[in-house]
């Protein structure tokens, strides 16, 4: 898996130092991270979060695709794909097997400068994955038949991220912008240097660089700090260093060139990137990094929002991120314009932005704004162990500092800007920028673009037909001698509740991890009550509700909510709030005007439709959002589930304010809606400040909705044609709704089928290297109507035929071959998985949401062991046979079909 670093965050910048300021983070003579460095070199980094209940271990080496030589791109991350994959003690299938076995999570990806290897497991049982990392430095066997299987994997995953156009514009960008460094290559590698990679070369890299002392143990959750070294040393420490290993150094050759990408594809709207080149996470403060963002690009009260989508309307959004590289890094604004002849003005603005700043600073409020913003998503990082251990890692190995991600800077500020201004005066030029752009393929053109990718695949094929796997996939072995603890006692937390008069019940739940607060409203009207004569209707109103009300108008109600750093939602049916617990009276002020008196602005109204209208023709590029139309159009036809929630451009043009704000009226009413507020609550008195806030609101009650029947599918292939690298490729059926006696047996099919790397579907890709993506989940979407069964893989043209024959040959015989053994570890995974469910504010008030939206007890969960455990297999069998039912599965494929 690849990894950008800091860009798997795009929309929300999480990577921050600052004081955790009230946490106790930082007791007296106390560290917050404890670190031992082994005899062998091996850096070992323990953080203690005794609230977890599953703990993060997290290897990283100090090695990634910057540090491959001309003719081996891809290697690196080519390299993490076969560790996993034996050593001299396991097998194959031993790495997922224990995992699953473990009710486990394993994964690992490559960036430019790193590698890592990551599990998280239930506390009971961290210790186990310590051998098999252990094992995995030195001892992987890089079996050559296994390497031909995997070699077509990363192909078909090289394939796919380039029907990915933004990410591809972005590979793009930092091509030209590193000529001479090795970020100039992408991590995947090019597929020429990927057809010839040798064993040999393999091994060597692996050798070189896979030691003691050029990796970082990182272990995040409740352990004991002196435990954890006992076992890193008694597992890892007899493995030799290299005394003699040094990193290569890179450098890059600045000049004042300017440059711009146009990359042209089957689309039908534009899309725009602008970088710069900055100093990479080794030497800046990633904290400033994530204020520029914040100030300039990410979220409505940002300038560049305000003057491009609110003002100006040339764009629908705009946004900012960077990728995290240690030596360089590239500070990108991502803009969606309205049309490609807007881009060159869009672009001006962007730079005369900048420059305001460089020339008249940055007002107080915004500076405290921004560092408000850092502060909240630290908080919201302390909740994720995985998290923790990923960019804890990354920064250390980065800048040597353990504690930098928590230390107490203390940024004042005049800081604060200083360092803000001078990153944009230095680095943010005209002369220097990058500009790409993502435009529609001439006419002209479309024929020759089918050729080259046809010509790929001829290529492709010709190549991998070479590479074959003759063996079977190699059966666990290591798995049977670990052993696992049962976990005794299941309890978990459950909310105190009350009623208002006017009908709205409240569940709140004090947990004080963090000093966050999560609130959701649930609304009894969700997306089913759209519009049946302006399909889109709901879409468009709760988007609507943000844009102002009458405490609050205008941008003053965005100005408002990201001063205090609240992260906002407002989708049909939900609208939840993510906020620091000191802000909560307030939060609760704004909340209630957002569902009480939202101003629906004429001048807003015309701003969201454009916007909405524009995200319609935009989803008509995205072949996933094509597959998905149509599966849903045809599993739930006549229902209202088989209705686009966007609506058509039909629909959306005729929408009027009269229409908005009646549809208003009737559906957003306190009437058996539920608000859930999950967090750090002690010092608040519930009780009053809801009944001051949402005690006089009025309004309706909502009718029930008579479902239509959804009646069962037959046989049957649909076809769309997209021009496109990949073919999104779905088998589907009718499945159960979620009260539905079959249900439980079918989530426990889901973990043995399609879900994970010990999964059947994983195995056929491990056998034939077929696709990259190939899952299955038989219960999406079930609620009170039934589920999609759907099995979804996303595959190259040439491969679609035998990926067919495969899958139709599986679903006829997965029922009769399960096993009791993968029905119990099923079963274990399922239990020890709801952990996850109270682990987080967020997810405690999901929990809730399920619990009042289904009307399950308060002990729902803690009930299901006695639940699965009545579940035999041969009631799981007769299940799957139902639903997967060959002659009523019908399959689509999007793509060059």
Request: hydrophobic share 40%; aromatic share 10%; charged share 25%.
């Amino acid at each position: 898996m690849l990894s950008g670093g800091i860009m798997n965050f795009l929309s929300k910048s999480i990577l921050v130092i600052i004081p955790a300021i009230g946490s106790g983070l930082m007791a007296k003579n106390q560290p917050i991270v404890y670190k031992k460095q082994l005899e062998n070199g091996l850096t070992v980094l323990v953080k203690p979060v005794k609230t977890a209940q599953k703990v993060a271990v997290n290897l990283r080496y100090f090695v990634g695709s910057a540090d491959e030589k001309d003719g081996q791109k891809g290697l690196a991350h080519f390299l993490e794909h076969t560790v996993f994959k034996g050593t001299r003690i396991l097998s194959e299938s031993d790495i997922p097997a224990t995992t699953h076995k473990l009710s486990g999570y394993c994964n690992a990806f490559t960036s430019y400068d790193t590698t890592a290897y990551v599990f998280d497991i239930p506390v009971q049982h961290w210790d186990r994955v310590l051998p098999i990392l252990a094992d995995c430095m030195n001892n992987c066997t890089f079996k050559q038949d296994l390497l031909n299987s995997e070699l077509k994997a990363v192909v078909q995953e090289l394939k796919m991220y380039k029907d990915n156009h933004f990410r591809t514009l972005a590979e793009k960008i930092v091509e030209v912008a590193f000529a001479d460094h090795p970020y100039h290559n992408p991590i995947i590698g090019y597929k020429q240097d990927l057809w010839n990679l040798q064993r040999e070369s393999l091994v060597r890299f692996y050798k070189k660089h896979y030691i003691p002392n050029n990796a970082v143990l990182t272990v995040v959750g409740d352990v004991n700090p002196e435990e954890v070294f006992e076992k890193a040393e008694s597992n890892f420490g007899a493995i030799p260093s290299n005394l003699h290993y040094k990193k290569d150094e890179f450098y890059l050759n600045k000049d004042l060139i300017a440059h711009t990408t146009l990359l042209y594809r089957d689309v039908k709207q534009p899309q725009c990137m602008v970088g710069f080149v900055i100093p990479g996470l080794k030497d800046i403060n990633p904290f400033i990094v994530n204020m520029v963002q914040t100030l300039l690009a990410n979220g409505k009260d940002s300038r560049l929002y305000k003057k491009l989508v609110k003002e100006l309307e040339l764009a629908n959004n705009i946004s900012a991120f960077n990728f995290g590289l240690f030596d360089f890094d590239m500070l990108f604004f991502a803009i969606d314009p309205k049309n490609s002849e807007a881009i060159d003005e869009i672009v001006k603005l962007i730079m005369q932005e900048i420059e305001q700043i460089i020339a008249n600073g940055i007002p107080a409020q915004e500076l405290n704004k921004l560092i408000k913003t850092e502060q909240s998503s630290l908080y919201s990082l302390f909740e994720d162990n995985s998290q923790q251990a990923n960019y804890l890692s990354e920064i250390y190995l980065a800048t040597g500092d353990e504690n930098k991600l928590y230390s107490a800077l203390h940024y004042t500020p005049e800081k604060a800007e200083q360092e803000i201004v001078s990153l944009l005066k230095d680095y943010c030029k005209t002369v220097v920028m990058q500009k790409g752009i993502v435009l529609p393929l001439p006419e002209d053109s479309k024929d020759e673009w089918l050729k080259i990718q046809q010509r790929s695949d001829q290529e492709d094929k010709r190549i991998l037909d070479g590479k074959i796997r003759e063996s079977e996939v190699e059966k666990p072995s290591y798995v049977h001698e670990v052993a696992i603890q049962e976990k005794e006692n299941w309890e978990f937390p459950k909310p105190i509740q009350f009623e208002l008069n006017n009908g709205l019940k409240v569940l709140y739940y004090h947990n004080s991890n963090v000093p966050k607060i999560h609130m959701s409203l649930i609304l009894k009207a969700n997306e089913l009550y759209d519009s049946v004569e302006f399909p889109g209707l709901y879409m468009m109103m709760t988007s609507l509700l943000s844009e102002g009300t009458d405490d609050y108008p205008g941008f003053l109600f965005a100005q408002e909510i990201e001063s205090l750093a609240i992260e906002l939602s407002c989708k049909p049916g939900a609208i939840r709030m993510n906020l620091l617990s000191a802000d909560f009276e307030k939060a609760l002020t704004l909340f209630a005007s957002l569902v009480q008196k939202p101003t629906f602005d004429e001048k807003a109204i015309e701003k969201i439709r454009s916007i909405v209208i524009n995200q319609l023709k935009k989803s008509s590029d995205n072949e996933r959002y094509i597959a998905d139309r149509l599966i849903y159009e045809s599993i739930y036809a006549g229902h209202p589930l088989s209705k686009n929630s966007i609506g058509t451009q039909e629909s959306l043009e005729k929408i009027t304010r009269k229409d908005i704000v009646q549809f208003f009226k009737t559906y957003v009413t306190p009437q058996e809606a539920t608000l859930i507020i999950v967090g750090d609550l002690n010092s608040y008195d519930i009780n009053k400040l809801i009944q001051q806030a949402f005690g006089n609101w009025k309004g309706p009650k909502v009718v029930d909705i008579q479902y239509p029947e959804v009646k069962n599918t037959t046989k049957n292939t649909i076809t769309a044609y997209m021009n496109r690298d990949q073919i999104i490729f779905n088998v589907v059926g009718l499945s159960v709704d979620r009260n539905h006696k079959d249900y439980d047996k079918l989530l426990i099919f889901n973990r043995i089928f399609g879900q994970g790397m010990s999964s059947r579907l994983f195995n056929i890709r491990q056998k034939t290297g077929i696709c990259y993506t190939l899952r299955a989940d038989m219960l999406t979407n079930a609620d009170f109507y039934p589920g999609i069964a759907s099995i979804m893989a996303i595959v190259s043209p040439d491969r679609v035929q035998e990926l067919e024959e495969i899958l139709q040959k599986t679903i006829v015989e997965v029922a009769d071959t399960l096993t009791q053994e993968e029905v119990d570890e099923a079963k274990r995974a399922i239990l020890n998985n709801y952990n996850d469910s109270y682990s987080t504010n967020n997810s405690i008030s999901k929990a809730f949401e399920i619990i009042a939206h289904f009307n399950f007890p308060f002990d729902y969960y803690e009930k299901r062991k006695l639940t699965l455990d009545a579940i035999t297999l041969d009631d799981v069998k007769q299940a799957v046979k139902k639903v997967l039912d060959p002659q009523k599965l019908i399959t689509f494929k999007v793509g060059r079909v």
